[in-house]
């Protein structure tokens, strides 16, 4: 089974930056799709940046010009640099991991970022 082990969350404030890891137990270069969601309190959770093997990254609405998603393949990592942070970014971010062939849909324990002044 898959493993994502997430890191880099925490506190900042409005305006602040920071930027998430997550370090796949499997290479990087086997999954179809990596990508950050994010689930705020009493809310669903929600996209927030995707990254292909292929073809172009997307992000949400709420965070583009802001929000950059990377792929590391020699550290075999995924970030999300995060810059210009919003109270409303608050939330969980978890790490998502998907493969159509064997078919796998896999999540980190997810990392809490805090915005606040």
């Known amino acids: 089974q898959v493993q994502l082990v997430e890191s880099g969350g925490g506190w900042v404030q409005p305006g602040g930056a920071l930027r998430l890891s997550c370090a796949p137990s499997e290479s990087i270069f086997s999954f179809n799709t990596m990508g950050w969601y994010r689930q705020a309190p009493g809310k669903q959770r929600e996209l927030v940046a995707v990254s292909p093997r292929w073809g172009s990254r997307i992000y949400a609405d709420s965070v583009k010009g802001r929000f950059t998603v990377s792929r590391d393949n020699a550290k075999n990592t995924l970030y999300l640099q995060m810059n210009s942070l919003k109270p409303e970014d608050t939330a969980v971010y978890y790490c998502?991991?998907?493969?159509?062939?064997?078919?796998?849909?896999?999540w980190g324990q997810g990392t809490l970022v805090t915005v606040s002044s």
């Open positions: 998502n991991a998907k493969r159509d062939t064997p078919s796998m849909d896999a």
